[in-house]
């Protein structure tokens, strides 16, 4: 252990371990993304040890040779720490502890430690306690190998073992509690953004060190904080974000993902990827110059898939351009062909990114006629908010408003005493325009919105 004299504590040295397995992913610099984790923990590498197995071992995950190697280095380098980029189980780490009389940690263990140490706001720190505790549990004995040094015997039985089920139980009842105050937060977080419904919103996802972060602060203005370091953001964070020939919409930026991200810590972050999961458009925020770029895209899609929103309108963004190779990134939009490369760093792009985000907004958008009484001015006041009042035009006791407005809400004004004509997107080669004798018509009773819903929102 060395001490880091400009923070003035002590630095932890790690050896990296990794096992390839014939299904596991592989990278063309194995151990890469693990180091980085490691950095991000404050810990520094002093060593590295990759092996080719077709099924891990039982008892230690490494074969014998290589565990009898990783003896040798760690005793070597004098590390303190040795860390896998495996998941392993609470028996192979006690045997591995065993073996090199070193602390072992594996990958979703390394993940969660760097999650405590980024959480900052509540929901956070109980997102991040729930996903340790439910690792740890099945774990409690390892943590308590240090009553072995007790002489067993005659009236010596049982001291551990009764430790051991006191802290399951303490545990599980800390379990149920985080999760009691976390569906709370979910539901609080659900209203927030419900509250929030009149307005257009964009999240940014992606992997982990994407430039999200920067990003927003480069569309918005913004003073989030941004680094060059996976798991800077934690914390889902809300800007105003004003599109040219549109108008303000809200940008969040979201916890980046990274591969194998542990279940339950995505089951623990549900509502701090709340603001994904209503969000309007998805912006996937790629680094293009990242050699395995497709493999962070894909896993990715892994976690969209795995909270229930990888269907959602998703705008793919190649970030970090500017650092880019020109082939790489010419393969990459060949693959995604509706991508749009950018350079938070510079602000190169940008205007691009602006547009398409403008023009896939618009695509849940309708021009309509929405023909009622004279009177009607709570719906007046509703098409105002939602939408945009593109004419009106009289006819005694009733008026027809020609109007753009969000395809969702054509069912709330339809149940606000009027009748709705669609124009359809055929009728002028573009969105609108055209006659509506073609459209699509909408009336009162063809839905089962009540007026009540036009109070809730109006």
């Not at 072992?104 to 959480?119: G, M, N, P, Q, Y």
Request: hydrophobic share 40%.
């Amino acid at each position: 252990m060395e001490i880091d004299r400009k923070k003035g504590v002590h630095s932890e040295s790690a050896v990296l371990v990794g096992v390839q397995l014939p299904d596991s992913h592989e990278e063309s610099e194995p151990l890469t993304e693990l180091a980085g984790l490691v950095e991000s923990a404050g810990a520094e590498i002093v060593g590295r040890l990759h092996q080719r197995r077709e099924a891990p071992d039982p008892a230690a995950y490494l074969g014998k040779g290589k565990l009898e190697s990783l003896q040798q280095m760690v005793a070597a380098a004098e590390a303190d720490v040795i860390v896998f980029d495996n998941d392993l189980s609470p028996a192979q780490v006690r045997n591995l502890e065993q073996a090199t009389k070193v602390k072992v940690l594996d990958r979703t263990e390394l993940i969660l430690d760097i999650f405590s140490t980024r959480a900052q706001t509540h929901e956070a720190r109980l997102a991040v306690e729930l996903a340790q505790l439910e690792y740890s549990l099945p774990r409690l004995k390892r943590m308590w190998t240090h009553l072995s040094r007790l002489k067993m015997g005659v009236g010596m039985r049982g001291p551990g073992e009764k430790q051991l089920e006191t802290d399951r139980r303490l545990v599980e009842r800390r379990i149920v509690d985080l999760k009691r105050d976390l569906e709370k937060v979910l539901r609080r977080k659900e209203r927030e953004v419900a509250a929030r419904s009149d307005r257009m919103t964009v999240s940014l996802v992606g992997y982990t060190n994407a430039g999200k972060s920067t990003l927003l602060n480069r569309l918005t203005a913004g003073e989030v904080y941004a680094k060059d370091q996976l798991f800077a953001t934690l914390d889902t964070r809300t800007r105003r974000w004003r599109l040219p020939s549109w108008g303000p919409v809200l940008l969040s930026d979201t916890v980046g993902f990274i591969r194998d991200l542990p279940h339950r810590l995505i089951a623990s972050f549900k509502a701090t990827l709340e603001e994904a999961r209503q969000a309007d458009l998805l912006l996937h925020v790629a680094d293009a110059s990242n050699p395995a770029v497709f493999d962070q895209i894909k896993a990715v899609h892994s976690v969209l898939a795995e909270i229930g929103i990888d269907q959602k309108d998703t705008l793919l963004v190649l970030n970090k351009a500017d650092n880019a190779d020109d082939k790489q990134l010419a393969v990459i939009e060949s693959r995604y062909p509706g991508s749009v490369r950018v350079s938070a760093h510079t602000g190169d792009g940008l205007d691009r990114l602006e547009s398409a985000v403008s023009e896939a907004l618009s695509q849940g958008f309708v021009e309509a006629d929405v023909v009622t009484a004279v009177g009607n001015g709570k719906l007046f006041a509703y098409l105002a908010k939602h939408g945009e009042i593109l004419s009106r035009t009289f006819n005694e006791d009733r008026v027809a408003i020609h109007c753009r407005v969000p395809k969702k809400y054509l069912g709330r004004i339809a149940a606000g005493d009027a009748e709705v004509v669609v124009r359809t997107a055929s009728d002028s080669g573009v969105l609108g325009g055209g006659n509506v004798d073609g459209g699509i018509v909408l009336p009162a009773s063809d839905n089962a919105l009540s007026d009540s819903a036009m109070d809730d929102v109006a």
